[in-house]
C-alpha cells in the first residue's frame, strides 16, 4: 500500500479549501498565509484477528502560517475544517475518518529575515485498510 496515495488524497482535501498549501517544501518566497503538510510513513499494524500487517496508520503534521496570529489560526481552521470526520478515497483501501491528535498554539518565528511568521501546528490521524478486509 502506498502512503503516497493517501498523502494525494489529503492534499487535495486541504487545497479545496483555497488555501495555499505546500508539499513538504516551501518556497524561498511563500504566498502567505499557507499550509504545509508533512506526512510520516504511516506504521503498518495487523488488524485484530489476521497475523498480516496491513493496516496503515499514518500522522500528518500541518504547520499553518502566517505573518500575523490571526492568519496562522484562520489556516488552521480551514484545514481542520477541511479533514476532520473526513474519509479520504484511496483505492483499494477502506478509510476511517481522519481524526485530530493534538494543536498547538501559534509561535511566533523572528529567524526569517525581513518577515515574522508565526506558525500553529495541528497533527492529524489517517488509518485505513484494504478494501476487502473492511
Known amino acids: 500500500m502506498s502512503a503516497r496515495a493517501h498523502t494525494t488524497a489529503v492534499l487535495s482535501l486541504m487545497r479545496a479549501t483555497g488555501v495555499t498549501v505546500y508539499d513538504g517544501r516551501v518556497p524561498d518566497a511563500p504566498s502567505y498565509p499557507y499550509a ?32 500575523t496570529r490571526d492568519q ?36 511566533r518565528d523572528d529567524t526569517l529575515p525581513a518577515v515574522v511568521v508565526f506558525d500553529q501546528v495541528a497533527t492529524y490521524r489517517l488509518r485505513s485498510v484494504p478494501a476487502s478486509a473492511a
Not at 506504521?43 to 502566517?66: I, K
Open 36 to 67: 504545509v503538510l508533512y506526512p510520516d510513513l504511516g506504521m503498518l499494524t495487523p488488524p485484530m484477528l489476521t497475523n498480516v500487517s496491513c493496516e496503515l496508520t499514518m500522522t500528518l503534521y500541518v504547520h499553518a502560517v502566517g505573518t
Open 72 to 107: 496562522a489560526q484562520w489556516v488552521a481552521e480551514k484545514i481542520r475544517d477541511a479533514l476532520i470526520d473526513v474519509r479520504p478515497a484511496v483505492t483499494g483501501r477502506h478509510l476511517w475518518p481522519i481524526r485530530q491528535d493534538i494543536t498547538r498554539p501559534p509561535e
